[in-house]
């Protein structure tokens, strides 16, 4: 079956990075459209960027635009989201999703900005 499994997440002071991991199996990498969303306690899950299945196109939520990046290699199956300049109303739970065919999610790794 598909799995996706986050890393990476943690406890990050206002101005730092953290580089997420999502390791996929189970499908063909390759070929599916990766993305990474968020979800902050008491508010709804949103998008925070997504990468074709090529690595060539990427998309990202105003929100982050000029801080994270989004980049792939389709030899690991792995998918990262590097995020630089971390504030405080970035803290949330953060998802990685496959779409092939179907949308798969992963369980998620929790990042807390706070000094």
């Known amino acids: 079956q598909v799995q996706l499994v986050e890393s990476g997440g943690g406890l990050v002071e206002p101005g730092g990075s953290l580089r997420l991991s999502c390791v996929a199996s189970?499908?063909?990498?390759?070929?599916?459209?990766m993305r990474w969303y968020r979800q902050a306690p008491g508010k709804e899950r949103e998008f925070v960027a997504d990468?074709?299945?090529?690595?060539?196109?990427?998309d990202y939520a105003d929100s982050v635009k000029g801080r994270f990046s989004i980049t792939r290699d389709n030899a690991k199956n792995t998918v990262w989201l590097q995020m630089n300049r971390l504030r405080s109303d970035d803290t949330a739970v953060y998802y990685c999703?496959?779409?092939?065919?179907?949308?798969?999610w992963g369980q998620g790794t929790q990042v807390t900005v706070s000094s």
């Open positions: 999703q496959a779409r092939f065919g179907l949308d798969y």
């Open positions: 990468i074709s299945t090529g690595g060539t196109i990427t």
């Open positions: 189970g499908l063909t990498f390759s070929s599916a459209t």
